[in-house]
């Protein structure tokens, strides 16, 4: 079992719904990322959050240390935001990035 | 602009050749990673390196190698001992080491063996 896990691995949404993408870790962590790859394969930060909430234009991430989840957001999604994400956990042993296999998410006009 | 060059972005090299990976930063960032990323896995970490003149291995080294002789440049060398170098390898920096700052990442570079 993987110590990060992401669902759903893919994800087709209409423009306009509101997403959410899952992010289960089973290790201790200091920080979580949620990155952005392209198609092209380029890779961007959305987030890095320890506690709490963060929210960046149409974005929110949220995490529950205790629960041990993290929770990517998107309201009003736009086609634009097809892309894979992926969430990445600081901790285990080495306190090394642990990344999960990403979410595929297509949105359809 | 700031930011992260990966060069090439595709390469395709023989059996038995060496290929180097070209990454280069100006974002001033003393911590730079290779990652490798094989379809339907989470990114895997070669090397990486929190300041010049050292790295350190990460998940799957064997068969690659690296150096840091300036904190701009962190080149990867896909030697002839990789088993399966067919992937996509991503190179990232952030400001400092601990992987608790924000990561930023180049294009990625797409090597394949023929």
């Known amino acids: 079992k993987n110590e990060v896990e992401q669902s759903p691995q893919n994800l087709t949404a209409q423009e306009g719904e509101f997403i959410t993408i899952n992010c289960s870790y089973s290790?201790?962590?200091?920080?979580l990322h949620w990155l952005q790859q392209h198609p092209g394969g380029g890779i961007v930060s959305l987030f890095m959050?320890?506690?709490g909430k963060k929210k960046h234009g149409r974005l929110i991430a949220t995490i529950n240390i205790q629960e041990k989840h993290s929770s990517l957001h998107i309201t009003a999604s736009h086609p634009r935001d097809s892309a894979v994400y992926i969430c990445?956990?600081?901790?285990?042993?080495?306190?090394?990035?642990?990344f999960g296999t990403g979410t595929l998410l297509a949105v359809q006009p | 602009d700031g930011g992260i060059t990966q060069s090439p972005k595709y390469l395709f090299r023989k059996e038995g050749q060496n290929v180097t990976l070209s990454c280069e930063q100006n974002?001033?960032?003393?911590?730079m990673y290779w990652y490798r990323q094989d379809p339907g896995q989470g990114l895997r970490l070669i090397y990486y390196?929190?300041?010049?003149?050292?790295?350190q291995k990460g998940d799957i080294a064997e068969g690659y190698s690296v150096s840091r002789e300036k904190k701009e440049s962190f080149p990867l060398t896909v030697t002839s001992a990789q088993k399966n170098p067919t992937a996509f390898y991503l190179c990232?920096?952030?400001?400092?080491?601990?992987?608790?700052?924000?990561?930023?990442f180049g294009e990625g570079s797409r090597l394949t063996v023929l």
């Open positions: 990232a920096s952030s400001i400092s080491g601990g992987d608790t700052g924000e990561l930023f």
């Open positions: 290790v201790g962590i200091s920080a």
């Open positions: 959050l320890s506690s």
């Open positions: 990445a956990a600081v901790g285990g042993a080495t306190n090394k990035l642990i």
């Open positions: 974002l001033n960032h003393d911590a």
């Open positions: 390196s929190q300041i010049v003149n050292d790295f």
